[in-house]
């Protein structure tokens, strides 16, 4: 259902967020893994499926910092499809 898709899940770290990187990677999509404070928790999840899982950290109260992940993400994977908060 996500095959091809790009998704960036916020606080993907650990908890809900963590389960719903795995649940759009489990259906395909490229998950970029945001975290601020839970990088233990993100490297983790990235290494059970590096294909899958790219690494984003930043702060979402900080809208530079949004925009520069953006960025980064878009550059690397292409245009991104989803975003879950």
Same mark, same amino acid.
């Given at each position: 259902?996500?095959?091809?898709?790009?998704?960036?899940?916020?606080?993907?770290?650990?908890?809900?967020?963590?389960?719903?990187?795995?649940?759009?990677? !489990?259906?395909?999509?490229?998950?970029?893994?945001?975290?601020?404070?839970?990088?233990?928790?993100?490297?983790?999840?990235?290494?059970?499926?590096?294909?899958?899982?790219?690494?984003?950290?930043?702060?979402?109260?900080?809208?530079?910092?949004?925009?520069?992940?953006? !960025?980064?993400?878009?550059?690397?994977?292409?245009?991104?499809?989803?975003?879950?908060?």
């Amino acid at each position: 259902m996500l095959e091809g898709k790009r998704v960036v899940v916020t606080g993907a770290g650990r908890g809900v967020g963590a389960a719903i990187a795995r649940a759009c990677a !489990r259906n395909g999509a490229i998950v970029g893994v945001n975290y601020l404070t839970s990088e233990a928790g993100a490297r983790a999840l990235s290494e059970e499926d590096p294909e899958h899982f790219r690494l984003l950290p930043f702060d979402v109260r900080d809208p530079d910092a949004i925009a520069a992940a953006v !960025r980064h993400f878009s550059e690397d994977e292409g245009k991104i499809d989803g975003w879950v908060n």
